[in-house]
């Protein structure tokens, strides 16, 4: 399995078949080559594995579902609920079945589990994807560090595997983390009646 699978996993809701994977997935995390990534992921999979499993999934909830600042759907942070978000699903997918992969289950194609998952089956192309997603992943670690969450470990672990953010990334997370996700605002009704405009 490849260190991409084991950020992967973890970072998944945790049901019941997952929960008892937790000591085979941090028993194969032992494996990987020594580097300052891989310790950093097992150091946080000896915590997953050990948190009992009703308070791992009140935390997985807590952090990645009702919180924008760490949701794990990266395309709502560069395109919020815009229509250009389906545009870009859209393409992720269509990224997928050019690889000769099928995006099965109920997540988005742009959720970063199934992102390294991909990354995992087509290094090359994920990676490649992944440092596209540089700046919102750097953006997502840096609330999850902000909250003191465990889950930040995965998404340190992810970052030393990445590419160093560039100037021009690293201006693009300042203006993400200034402006927040983008809003639609095609279709809304006038604030005032016409005759008043």
Known sequence: MSAFAHISLPLQHPDAELLAA?????????????????????????WWEREPGAALGRRYVETFDLSR??????????????????????????????????LEGP??????PVMLEYAALD??????????YRPVIELVRLALERAESPYAGPLATLCLML???????????????????PGES????????????
């Open 186 to 197: 095609v279709g809304l009704a006038p604030l005032a009646p016409p005759a008043r405009l």
């Open 163 to 181: 590419p160093a953010l560039r100037p021009d990334e690293r201006a693009e997370l300042r203006r993400l983390a200034r402006a927040g996700p």
């Open 123 to 132: 290094p090359v192309g994920g990676g490649a994807l992944l440092a596209e």
């Open 22 to 46: 937790r000591s085979d997935i941090a028993r194969e995390a032992a494996t990987l080559p020594v580097s300052p990534a891989a310790d950093a992921l097992r150091t946080f999979l000896g």
């Open 69 to 102: 600042r760490t949701a794990l759907d990266l395309t709502y942070y560069t395109h919020g609920d815009r229509r250009q978000r389906g545009l870009a699903l859209v393409a992720l997918l269509r990224r997928y079945a050019e690889s000769g992969l099928e």
């Open 107 to 112: 997540e988005l194609p742009d959720h970063l």
